[in-house]
């Protein structure tokens, strides 16, 4: 009982924006080092020392920024469409801030996996872009988090608003297995993954190091911007409250004001 | 949970579930449609249209590849390793990871004696990464295949 107690406490608390605010400065300012550490060495190995790949040489190297950026941009939208389910449920404020503040994010995290996707196909296969089924569905994948931009833009009442923006990302959730099971289902000319749970990786356990490194420190510098993108959010709606008078109070000095 | 919230959670489950299979109908309709190109045992058995445009694909077959004595001029055969083989004729400049036992797409038409014109040869390199030292030692040569 204790656990679900200590769940139930901090699902409240995390609901709170003014508890969430105070205490995330430090988390923000953590996730942000070790991401950019994490950057920096992953990328560096990557680039820089492991041994080329035996059929395409030193063009696979953009394997360590491909594969990060796309399995983050399907985690942001997993934590939106997640986010989307808490708010059409349970109504809670926090959830659609955090949609608006990780949608930005995992657009530009997906047109990222794609630019880099083009680049790589084209000296690989002969050709940046290809109409198949895992590039159509990644894709699919960016416009959604363009609607979720979009739609908040075209509803002026932010509680209808913000409704019409989950309901879209729980919907839009369905796009995931499909990208992931697209080079399975389909022939495409994208190759399949190389990374399955519970299987023996493809790659080389060379490879694998930076590549964990560089993944690792996506989702955490991702988790750092989203944080502080939410903080934003939170000082915005809540700007009439009297907690953000207080805190305002106490930073000016810092804020300028 | 408060019976509300149990009905929203109902109602936004049904709403997944239905865009969920609508999804998956429409996909498995449009499966031919999705697909990028024929494999080897559909040209072979009539299944990929002559004299349109199309895009097909198979692994190059080991010791196929014969090149023109002048020119860009090059003929090879791709298969699917199941007794389904086609030739491509090709004039052109091939991607640079083209070789023998290399998945290929080849965009083009297919003539009545189903040798397959290709104006486009794309290389569909596989999921298997590894440093050139590494190759040959039995541990990763299986996952190749």
């Known amino acids: 009982m204790g656990l679900v107690d200590w769940a139930k406490g901090a699902f409240h608390k995390t609901g709170s924006p003014r508890w969430f605010f105070l205490g995330s400065r430090r988390w923000m300012v953590g996730l942000y080092a070790a991401g950019i550490a994490l950057i920096v060495v992953g990328s560096t190995i990557g680039l820089g020392f492991v041994p080329p790949e035996r059929f395409q040489g030193d063009s696979f190297r953009i394997l360590f920024v491909h594969v990060p950026a796309v399995h983050l941009a399907q985690a942001i939208y997993v934590a939106v469409a997640v986010a989307g389910l808490v708010y059409l449920v349970w109504r809670m404020k926090m959830a659609d801030m955090v949609i608006e503040a990780a949608a930005p994010v995992g657009m530009a995290v997906t047109a990222a996996g794609l630019a880099t996707g083009v680049v790589w196909g084209m000296p690989t296969w002969g050709t940046g872009w290809v109409w198949d089924a895992r590039i159509i569905s990644t894709l699919v994948l960016l416009l959604l988090f363009f609607g979720l931009l979009a739609l908040r833009q075209a509803i002026p009442r932010p509680d209808r608003a913000a409704m019409a923006v989950s309901l879209l990302a729980v919907v839009g959730v369905v796009n995931l297995p499909i990208i992931k099971y697209s080079v399975e289902w389909f022939t495409t000319l994208h190759q399949p993954a190389s990374l399955t749970l519970g299987e023996r990786p493809t790659i080389a356990p060379v490879f694998l190091v930076p590549l964990a490194l560089n993944a690792l420190g996506y989702y955490c510098l991702a988790a750092g911007i989203v944080i502080a993108a939410l903080r934003m959010k939170i000082i915005e709606r809540e700007s009439g409250t009297s907690w953000v008078a207080d805190w305002l109070a106490g930073h000016e000095d810092r804020v300028g004001g | ?145």
């Open chain 2, 1 to 145: 949970m408060k019976p509300v919230r149990k009905q929203r959670l109902a109602v936004v489950l049904f709403v997944l579930v239905g865009a969920g299979a609508t999804a998956g109908l429409v996909m498995s309709a449009m499966q031919e449609n999705i697909n990028l190109f024929y494999e080897p045992a559909k040209v072979v058995n009539g299944e990929a249209p002559l004299g349109t445009v199309i895009r097909a694909g198979g692994m190059v077959v080991d010791g196929s590849v014969v090149h023109d004595d002048t020119g860009l001029g090059v003929r090879f055969t791709l298969t699917d390793y199941a007794g389904h083989d086609f030739d491509v004729v090709y004039n052109g400049i091939l991607p640079s990871l083209f070789r023998e036992g290399q998945g290929i797409l080849v965009t083009g038409r297919l003539d009545d004696d189903r040798v397959f014109a290709a104006a486009e040869v794309l290389a569909k390199h596989d999921e298997n990464y590894m440093p050139p030292e590494l190759e040959g030692i039995a541990g990763h040569q299986s996952a190749t295949e």
